[in-house]
């Protein structure tokens, strides 16, 4: 008798089936419980830090002071160089959108016979195709700008 194989009629195929499906479901419950756990352990150090990173992200970097604006202040006493450097360098250095790069003699001196002298001040002060106003920089006064464009054409040796 007990080399007698188990006769499987349509009630033990389902029984077996449905034993089969509760099994998975409780393995897949056991696998879900157990990773959601990894993640708390492992979660909660990262928040932490989180909570730090944002706080530090969303800190003011500065205040705002009321109070008397001197309107006679005086423009900062920048030379040349410190005008190119600070507002100019950013497009002149690489020659971005076409501007003449610092120290090329042919495109300084193209521009200067084909513009002339005031005309190039002219861009540089009320700005010209992508070239803003004061190359960006409003505070800078015609003269500074003057100044700045004469430094270019100096270092391109025109």
């Known amino acids: ?41 492992t979660g909660s150090k990262a928040e ?46 690489d020659g971005v959108s076409g501007a003449p790069i610092k120290g090329e003699t042919d495109e300084w001196s193209n521009r200067l016979n084909d513009k002339g002298l005031e005309t190039l001040f002219d861009h540089a002060i009320n700005g010209f195709n992508e070239m803003p106003a004061r190359g960006g920089d409003s505070s800078l006064t015609d003269e500074q700008v003057r100044d700045a464009v004469a430094y270019m054409l100096d270092e391109a040796d025109v």
């Not at 080399?3 to 879900?32: E, H, R």
Request: proline content about 3%; glycine content about 6%; hydrophobic content about 50%.
């Open 1 to 41: 008798m007990g080399n007698q194989p188990i006769k499987m009629d349509t009630g033990n195929k389902v029984l077996l089936f449905i034993a089969s499906l509760a099994l998975l479901a409780t393995v897949l419950f056991l696998v879900s419980q157990l990773a959601g756990w990894v993640a708390e352990m």
């Open 48 to 93: 932490a830090v989180s909570e730090e990173r944002i706080a530090q992200r969303i800190a003011p970097i500065g205040k705002v002071v009321s109070g008397e604006v001197d309107t006679e202040a005086e423009p900062a006493d920048l030379s040349a160089g410190d005008i190119y450097s600070n507002v100019c360098a950013a497009c002149h250095d």
